[in-house]
């Protein structure tokens, strides 16, 4: 076959810088638009912060922000209101062989105070709080004990999990050490009580059992029905776990009061005493927008805070402009902060529209809770604002609405439907709100089944099958009836 040159005329769609841009900008949540800002800050000198916006107005800026609703330019002049809720190391033994192995024991790092004046800056700074680790060897620092038995002991708290538990045991601990250190089994038996004598209570268990135990040990003798509390512990937890009441009493010769009152004293316990050590990782949520009634309308104004305050640099600005053609690259930067700019209000706008959107959709979720959620989809709000479903998609995730009901995911007002008897539809978040109120109003010794939850559900025309009540009430983090029973 003779090659052959040949025109054809086809489309296709290609997404510009500028598209990809904002694609890119309008899935971003509120802290990663912040740092994607940054970067483009330290890249290009032709764009800053505007420090000195009020209210996100500047008539100074190349391009005007999204205008004030009504509710806004009421606030703006209104009184401000108040800003929103906002080891040292003790020595090992030279030339030992165990000494290699040393977990470094002594206290934790010390900590001084800062400032020792009167007239010292007292700025509220976040604590410094010790780990698990550091705190059990600040106290092994304390014992009197052998250098070889305080490096087993140190050995031992490296075993710990996050929760305080030995998840290895000590036989396996046995077989890691080498053998011309000649370390036995009592050792680290010896070892190890020392471990559990330490503070947090419960520390160093190899199960929850022997957790729970720990803890009970340490109580005053004269602690009423304790003695019941260690017979459950040992002898009957998986019983105490499954509800099964009639077989704990049988076992312990006890009536009801007695078997009450052990109960609470274990469910007092702390079944994982290293999660106070453990560092927190707290993630805060930045409303985007904040709902209001104004004049019996519930209106969606954009939160201006989480807006960022950009424009372009005025004297780099002035500098290209004067020597028009000088530098390409310039040029292209100053492009690309024009772009930015107008994507960042662009994606605000879009998020507003939408939210607005959404709150006249769900007007009776904010008048009368979650048992009045009506079904929502994206394709309905994607038709309403002539949007594509997966810009809605993009909007909706990671951005959050502050109503007079708390703080919630754009996410969160979208859900199924489920049919009604009336041949309606209801949403499946007033679902789960419903069987959230019919189990909190439910008898504790006699806990309403996922069948009767279903019964319940359909008398008030809610056709759903236990098997959906059985998922909704998982999601809600409520137990079967049978886990719920109480004396």
């Given at each position: 076959?003779?090659?052959?040159?040949?025109?054809?005329l086809?489309q296709?769609?290609?997404?510009?810088?500028?598209?990809?841009?904002?694609?890119r900008?309008?899935?971003?949540?509120?802290?990663?638009l912040?740092?994607?800002?940054?970067?483009?800050?330290?890249?290009n000198?032709?764009?800053?912060?505007?420090e000195?916006?009020?209210?996100?107005?500047?008539?100074?800026?190349?391009?005007?922000?999204?205008?004030?609703?009504?509710?806004?330019?009421?606030?703006?002049?209104?009184?401000?209101?108040?800003?929103?809720?906002?080891a040292?190391?003790?020595?090992?033994?030279?030339?030992?062989?165990?000494?290699?192995?040393?977990?470094?024991?002594?206290?934790?790092?010390?900590r001084?105070?800062?400032?020792?004046?009167?007239?010292?800056?007292?700025?509220?700074?976040?604590c410094?709080?010790?780990?698990?680790?550091?705190?059990?060897?600040?106290?092994?620092?304390?014992?009197?004990?052998?250098?070889?038995?305080r490096?087993?002991?140190?050995?031992?708290?490296d075993?710990l999990?996050?929760?305080?538990?030995?998840?290895?045991?000590?036989?396996?601990?046995?077989?890691?050490?080498?053998?011309?250190?000649?370390?036995?089994?009592?050792?680290?038996?010896?070892?190890?009580?020392?471990?559990?004598?330490?503070?947090?209570?419960?520390?160093?268990?190899?199960?929850?059992?022997?957790?729970?135990?720990?803890?009970l040990q340490?109580?005053?003798?004269?602690t009423?029905?304790?003695?019941?509390?260690?017979?459950?512990?040992?002898n009957?937890?998986d019983?105490?776990?499954?509800?099964?009441?009639?077989?704990l009493?049988?076992?312990?010769?006890?009536?009801?009061?007695?078997?009450?009152?052990?109960?609470?004293?274990i469910?007092?316990l702390?079944?994982?005493?290293?999660?106070?050590?453990?560092?927190?990782?707290?993630?805060?949520?930045?409303?985007?927008?904040?709902v209001?009634?104004?004049k019996?309308?519930?209106?969606?104004?954009?939160?201006?805070?989480?807006?960022?305050?950009?424009?372009?640099?005025?004297?780099?600005?002035e500098?290209?402009?004067?020597?028009?053609?000088?530098?390409?690259?310039?040029?292209?930067?100053?492009?690309?902060?024009?772009?930015?700019?107008?994507n960042?209000q662009?994606?605000?706008?879009?998020?507003?529209?939408?939210?607005?959107?959404?709150?006249?959709?769900?007007?009776?979720?904010?008048?009368?809770?979650?048992?009045?959620?009506?079904?929502?989809?994206?394709?309905?709000?994607?038709?309403?604002?002539?949007?594509?479903?997966?810009?809605?998609?993009?909007?909706?995730?990671?951005?959050?609405?502050?109503?007079?009901?708390?703080?919630?995911?754009?996410?969160y007002?979208?859900?199924?439907?489920?049919?009604?008897?009336?041949?309606?539809?209801?949403?499946?978040?007033?679902?789960?709100?419903?069987?959230?109120?019919?189990?909190?109003?439910?008898?504790?010794?006699?806990?309403?089944?996922d069948s009767?939850?279903?019964?319940?559900?359909?008398?008030?025309?809610?056709?759903v099958?236990r098997r959906?009540?059985?998922?909704?009430?998982?999601?809600?983090?409520?137990?079967?009836?049978?886990?719920?029973?109480?004396?």
């Amino acid at each position: 076959m003779k090659p052959s040159l040949q025109l054809r005329l086809s489309q296709h769609l290609t997404l510009t810088p500028q598209l990809q841009l904002s694609i890119r900008l309008l899935q971003l949540s509120t802290q990663e638009l912040d740092q994607e800002i940054e970067g483009f800050l330290r890249d290009n000198p032709l764009l800053e912060r505007d420090e000195a916006m009020s209210d996100m107005t500047d008539s100074t800026a190349p391009a005007p922000l999204p205008p004030r609703t009504e509710y806004e330019q009421e606030q703006a002049a209104a009184p401000a209101s108040d800003a929103s809720s906002g080891a040292t190391d003790t020595d090992a033994p030279e030339g030992d062989l165990l000494s290699e192995l040393s977990y470094g024991s002594g206290s934790a790092s010390a900590r001084e105070n800062g400032g020792d004046g009167d007239d010292g800056d007292y700025s509220q700074v976040a604590c410094d709080l010790p780990t698990l680790r550091e705190h059990l060897l600040s106290q092994l620092a304390l014992l009197k004990l052998s250098d070889r038995d305080r490096t087993l002991v140190g050995l031992l708290i490296d075993t710990l999990n996050d929760d305080g538990y030995i998840t290895q045991s000590l036989d396996d601990v046995l077989e890691m050490l080498p053998a011309e250190l000649n370390v036995d089994a009592e050792e680290l038996t010896i070892a190890l009580r020392h471990l559990q004598h330490l503070e947090p209570a419960g520390v160093g268990a190899r199960s929850l059992a022997e957790c729970l135990l720990l803890q009970l040990q340490v109580l005053p003798s004269a602690t009423p029905y304790c003695d019941k509390a260690v017979e459950v512990v040992t002898n009957h937890l998986d019983a105490l776990a499954s509800r099964d009441f009639v077989k704990l009493k049988r076992a312990l010769r006890c009536d009801d009061a007695a078997l009450r009152s052990a109960q609470k004293l274990i469910t007092g316990l702390n079944p994982k005493p290293g999660r106070d050590y453990a560092a927190d990782d707290v993630r805060y949520v930045v409303p985007d927008v904040t709902v209001n009634k104004i004049k019996g309308l519930w209106v969606a104004s954009l939160n201006r805070d989480a807006m960022p305050k950009l424009r372009v640099n005025r004297m780099y600005a002035e500098i290209l402009g004067r020597s028009r053609g000088s530098s390409q690259q310039l040029s292209g930067q100053l492009q690309e902060a024009k772009w930015l700019i107008k994507n960042v209000q662009q994606r605000f706008d879009t998020i507003l529209r939408v939210s607005q959107a959404i709150v006249d959709r769900q007007r009776n979720f904010l008048e009368h809770g979650a048992v009045a959620m009506r079904p929502l989809v994206l394709r309905e709000i994607a038709e309403t604002l002539e949007l594509h479903e997966s810009t809605v998609s993009r909007v909706t995730t990671n951005k959050y609405m502050r109503t007079p009901r708390g703080i919630y995911e754009l996410k969160y007002f979208f859900g199924s439907h489920v049919g009604t008897d009336a041949g309606g539809a209801a949403s499946s978040t007033a679902i789960r709100a419903l069987i959230k109120q019919l189990v909190s109003a439910e008898n504790s010794r006699k806990p309403l089944s996922d069948s009767q939850i279903s019964k319940i559900l359909g008398q008030q025309g809610m056709v759903v099958a236990r098997r959906t009540v059985a998922k909704y009430r998982e999601s809600l983090q409520i137990l079967p009836g049978n886990l719920r029973k109480t004396l």
